[in-house]
């Protein structure tokens, strides 16, 4: 039996608990939500260096027709590397150019999504000698098919400096593994540098992918931790996230390879887009710095104040004044209200290095001294020891098997109620009881989650990881979003989280639950004003870890008699046939919660719980 008292409010979880951790893993970011078509749009893939890595650039024609190769000639500082292509075939002559033309084309990552009827904006540098022909066209993978296309035509003078073009491109027909292409029939030497295309309609405008955002909304996220994890950290501090690296304009931006997920990152998602998307999620940034510490290096806090200053210099850039050094650049980048930057995190999982505490105090006080009300979250575990620094929140991270996940729904039972509170910013079920995102996993999730619920005085913030993959590159397993070029579907993992977005915020309630112990069920019960419809809103939320069904009275104290509004009163349940049962991209919808409205509700319901099961039972007063 489970007793609810509706009247007995235990406190206000806090607004934060739940939100979101994106990391730039499996394309999560470059190839993911952010909607750039190409990549490797600047041919400075492997670094400043020439030869340089232009991968997965191609020549469109052979080598009796065309010669690629890169030089240092950029017009951008940051990045100087340039394509240099030599047309040796012509029009007309003893080397004609094969119909269609020779160039280059990207394919983007693993196939661009062009469809019908949208616009695309194709935006790149362009140098020549003389007047240059080229062919712009969005093609399907092989070529064959074009699906839209426009010239540019210009005279030698126009390029004979690097000349910026831009073209608005309609597609006529759809294709989901298209390339973009750049193509000739003119004999000569033709330089490309900072190719870009996207979609014109993005998230908000902000240049995101739509679709992705979309599901990251659909969560009701209230904050967004960023840009990793691991990512953050690099293996190697050279190749470490470097904020001031990924602001201004996109051409400028050097871009990086990121050697932890191992592939290259033009940076176009970049600080600025970050602070963007939460903002535009209406969630608050977390932003993860860089403390001096990649995986095999780190700074010694004797000589680690350039980190300092480069940290309090992102805090400005973020929140400053638009007259201010750093808050003068977000201005010109259009942004000249500050951000709400609340909470900064110093570094990933590091704190058993050498130089961890060493270093956050040096963090800690510097951003203290010029930013009191900034939030710090330390990398040392607090909920099993007191920390020996200060700090405002400590990050706990876990991956475990489900078993074990569903019991830590306790985890925080018993932590210190005094000292910091925990950021729960990486959970999930690995290994072979998730596979790439199975029920069993999301329901061993959910029982986490109703412990950190109930133990929401403790621990105030929790987000999933990793967010997002891209099934063309899975680095990490599992995941809470799969996508390719055109599709996506959520997880058990990201289906159990939308049972919990109403939480934040909302009252915690106090339940007692009768049942053996160790128990197969864990429960929790909350209450919210809906502020639309002026409803009062009473969710109880039950996980079935059991194989067997359970027949559970609920009795719920404090009710004013017939106050359950039944018409809007539901059940929702996410279960399926078998626990290792998955989504994909066939079946997206094989396990995701399913609604119906309840029948009877009252102060005592006799309910039905299936085996392996995460059911919510909303009622509305
Ligand atoms: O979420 C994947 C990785 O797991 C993160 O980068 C890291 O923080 C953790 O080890």
């Given at each position: 039996q489970?007793?609810?008292?509706?009247?007995?409010?235990?406190?206000?979880?806090?607004?934060?608990l739940?939100?979101?951790?994106?990391e730039e893993?499996?394309?999560?970011?470059?190839?993911?939500?952010?909607?750039?078509?190409?990549?490797?749009?600047?041919?400075?893939?492997?670094?400043?260096?020439?030869?340089?890595?232009?991968?997965?650039?191609?020549?469109?024609?052979?080598?009796?027709?065309?010669?690629?190769?890169?030089?240092?000639?950029?017009?951008?500082?940051?990045?100087?590397?340039?394509?240099?292509?030599?047309v040796?075939?012509?029009?007309?002559?003893?080397?004609?150019?094969?119909?269609?033309?020779?160039?280059?084309?990207?394919?983007?990552?693993?196939?661009?999504?062009?469809?019908?009827?949208?616009?695309?904006?194709?935006?790149?540098?362009?140098?020549?000698l003389?007047?240059?022909?080229?062919?712009?066209?969005?093609?399907?993978?092989d070529?064959?098919?074009?699906?839209?296309?426009?010239h540019?035509?210009?005279?030698?003078?126009?390029?004979?400096?690097?000349?910026?073009?831009?073209?608005?491109?309609?597609?006529?027909?759809?294709?989901?593994?298209?390339?973009?292409?750049?193509?000739t029939?003119?004999?000569?030497?033709?330089?490309?540098?900072q190719?870009?295309?996207?979609?014109?309609?993005?998230?908000?405008?902000?240049?995101?992918?739509?679709?992705?955002?979309?599901?990251?909304?659909?969560?009701?996220?209230?904050?967004?931790?960023?840009?990793?994890g691991?990512?953050?950290?690099?293996?190697?501090?050279?190749?470490?996230?470097?904020?001031?690296?990924?602001?201004?304009?996109?051409?400028e931006?050097?871009?990086?390879?990121?050697?932890?997920?191992m592939?290259w990152?033009?940076?176009g998602?970049?600080?600025?887009?970050?602070?963007?998307l939460?903002e535009?999620?209406?969630?608050?940034?977390?932003?993860?710095?860089?403390n001096?510490?990649?995986?095999?290096?780190?700074?010694?806090?004797?000589?680690v104040?350039?980190?300092?200053?480069?940290?309090?210099?992102?805090?400005?850039?973020?929140?400053?004044?638009?007259?201010?050094?750093?808050?003068?650049?977000?201005?010109?980048?259009?942004?000249?209200?500050?951000f709400?930057?609340?909470?900064v995190?110093?570094?990933?999982?590091?704190?058993?290095?050498?130089?961890?505490?060493?270093?956050?105090?040096?963090?800690?006080?510097?951003?203290?001294?010029?930013?009191?009300?900034?939030?710090?979250?330390?990398?040392?575990?607090?909920s099993?020891?007191?920390?020996d620094?200060?700090?405002?929140?400590?990050?706990f991270?876990?991956?475990?098997?489900?078993?074990?996940?569903?019991?830590?729904?306790?985890?925080?039972?018993?932590?210190?109620?005094?000292?910091?509170?925990?950021?729960?910013?990486?959970?999930?079920?690995?290994?072979?009881?998730?596979?790439?995102?199975s029920?069993?996993?999301?329901?061993?999730e959910?029982?986490?989650?109703?412990g950190?619920?109930?133990?929401?005085?403790?621990?105030?913030?929790?987000?999933?990881?990793?967010?997002?993959?891209?099934?063309n590159?899975r680095?990490?397993?599992?995941?809470?979003?799969?996508?390719?070029?055109?599709?996506?579907y959520?997880?058990?993992?990201?289906?159990?989280?939308?049972f919990?977005?109403?939480?934040?915020?909302?009252?915690l309630?106090?339940?007692?639950?009768?049942?053996?112990?160790?128990?197969s069920?864990?429960?929790?019960?909350?209450?919210?004003d809906?502020?639309v419809?002026?409803?009062?809103?009473?969710?109880?939320?039950?996980?079935?870890?059991?194989?067997?069904i359970?027949?559970?009275?609920?009795?719920?104290?404090?009710?004013?008699?017939?106050?359950?509004?039944?018409?809007?009163?539901?059940?929702?349940?996410?279960?399926?046939?078998?626990?290792?049962?998955?989504?994909?991209?066939?079946?997206p919808?094989?396990?995701?919660?399913?609604?119906?409205?309840?029948?009877?509700?009252?102060?005592?319901?006799?309910?039905?719980?299936?085996?392996?099961?995460?059911t919510?039972?909303?009622?509305?007063?």
């Open positions: 489970l007793f609810v008292n509706a009247s007995q409010e235990l406190w206000r979880i806090p607004e934060t739940f939100g979101i951790f994106f893993i499996n394309h999560a970011g470059a190839g993911g939500i952010w909607a750039e078509l190409v990549s490797n749009r600047g041919f400075e893939a492997g670094g400043p260096n020439t030869p340089s890595n232009i991968d997965p650039w191609s020549p469109v024609g052979n080598l009796s027709y065309i010669i690629v190769s890169t030089d240092r000639t950029s017009c951008f500082d940051r990045n100087k590397v340039a394509l240099r292509m030599e040796l075939c012509d029009s007309k002559g003893s080397n004609i150019c094969p119909s269609g033309g020779v160039g280059i084309y990207n394919p983007g990552y693993w196939g661009m999504n062009i469809e019908q009827g949208k616009t695309y904006k194709v935006v790149l540098y362009v140098r020549s003389d007047s240059v022909d080229i062919v712009v066209s969005f093609a399907s993978s070529g064959s098919r074009t699906l839209a296309t426009d540019i035509r210009l005279t030698a003078s126009d390029v004979l400096n690097w000349k910026k073009v831009e073209i608005l491109m309609v597609a006529q027909s759809t294709d989901h593994n298209a390339r973009l292409q750049l193509t029939t003119k004999k000569g030497i033709i330089w490309f540098d190719v870009s295309a996207m979609p014109l309609d993005t998230y908000k405008g902000h240049g995101f992918r739509k679709e992705l955002v979309d599901m990251l909304a659909r969560l009701k996220p209230q904050f967004i931790r960023f840009p990793g691991c990512f953050v950290e690099g293996e190697w501090l050279r190749n470490a996230f470097r904020w001031k690296e990924t602001i201004g304009p996109w051409e931006r050097p871009g990086h390879f990121g050697d932890v997920w592939y990152t033009d940076d998602l970049g600080y600025l887009e970050f602070l963007q939460a535009d999620l209406g969630a608050l940034p977390i932003w993860v710095f860089n001096g510490i990649s995986h095999n290096d780190q700074v010694d806090t004797s000589t104040f350039p980190f300092v200053q480069d940290v309090l210099d992102s805090i400005e850039f973020a929140r400053g004044d638009p007259n201010s050094t750093w808050g003068s650049v977000r201005a010109a980048m259009g942004h000249p209200e500050p709400d930057l609340r909470y995190a110093a570094g990933n999982e590091d704190c058993w290095k050498k130089n961890y505490r060493g270093n956050y105090i040096e963090f800690y006080n510097a951003i203290k001294n010029a930013y009191p009300d900034i939030n710090i979250i330390s990398n040392c575990d607090g099993s020891r007191k920390l620094h200060p700090a405002d929140l400590y990050d991270h876990i991956y475990t098997s489900a078993n074990n996940m569903f019991s830590m729904g306790h985890q925080f039972d018993h932590t210190s109620r005094a000292g910091p509170k925990a950021f729960v910013s990486e959970y999930a079920v690995t290994g072979k009881d998730a596979g790439t995102g029920l069993l996993a999301g329901l061993a959910a029982g986490f989650l109703i950190i619920e109930r133990n929401s005085d403790v621990v105030h913030m929790a987000s999933y990881a990793p967010l997002f993959v891209n099934t590159d680095r990490w397993n599992p995941d809470a979003i799969v996508f390719n070029s055109w599709q996506q959520g997880t058990p993992s990201y289906w159990m989280q939308t919990f977005r109403e939480s934040s915020g909302a009252t309630l106090n339940t007692t639950l009768q049942a053996s112990s160790p128990s069920l864990i429960t929790s019960a909350i209450t919210w809906d502020p419809g002026n409803n009062n809103y009473l969710r109880i939320k039950i996980v079935n870890f059991g194989s067997s359970v027949n559970l009275k609920i009795s719920i104290d404090g009710l004013e008699p017939n106050s359950i509004v039944l018409s809007g009163s539901t059940k929702v349940v996410l279960t399926s046939n078998n626990l290792m049962d998955e989504n994909s991209f066939g079946a919808n094989k396990v995701v919660p399913i609604t119906s409205q309840l029948q009877t509700a009252g102060k005592d319901m006799d309910v039905v719980l299936s085996p392996r099961s995460f919510s039972f909303d009622l509305i007063r």
